[in-house]
């Protein structure tokens, strides 16, 4: 299981953690979460060419389903916050964050990607998610991708 990025108080698990769960059962997955001097956990999912995302708000003691096309899965969202609960994080749900204004959802069939992660950009520096945040999101991806190979 890899730890992705950890900057500003956020920690980012790869998109494998969910299958990894699945695939070896939740009693043994290690139990070493660390969430010293974290704000957020970000969990990213993927299932069936389809993105969403866990967040957990660490402070709070909180766990959300944030999915771009409203969907909520139950299966998901109980295997992470069963293993998150066995490496000793006692989490409630944030319902209310979740059914939150906050999100925009996409209008369109391919681009939860880009939701989810301009969702996990404008929460780790809360700032309010709108859906120009997901067009200037295309442009950043556009951007790095340009910086980085030509």
């Not at 769960?21 to 990213?44: C, D, Q, Y």
């Not at 916050?81 to 994080?89: H, I």
């Not at 925009?104 to 301009?118: A, M, R």
Request: glycine residues 4%.
């Amino acid at each position: 299981m890899a730890i992705l990025e950890e900057k500003h108080r956020v920690r980012c698990f790869d998109s494998f953690l969910l299958e990894e769960i699945k695939h070896r059962g939740v009693s043994n997955m290690p139990n070493n979460v660390n969430t010293a001097h974290t704000e957020f956990l970000f969990i990213p999912l993927h299932q069936q060419s389809h993105w969403s995302l866990i967040v957990v708000d660490v402070q709070r003691a909180t766990i959300s389903y944030l999915d771009p096309l409203g969907i909520f899965n139950e299966a998901n969202m109980k295997a992470i916050t069963d293993y998150l609960r066995r490496a000793g994080l006692s989490l409630v749900r944030d319902k209310q964050f979740e059914n939150s204004k906050k999100f925009p959802t996409q209008k369109n069939s391919y681009d939860c990607g880009v939701y989810i992660l301009e969702y996990a950009r404008c929460i780790a520096s809360h700032q309010r998610c709108t859906q120009a945040n997901m067009k200037k999101g295309r442009q950043n991806i556009k951007h790095s991708i340009e910086e980085v190979y030509l």
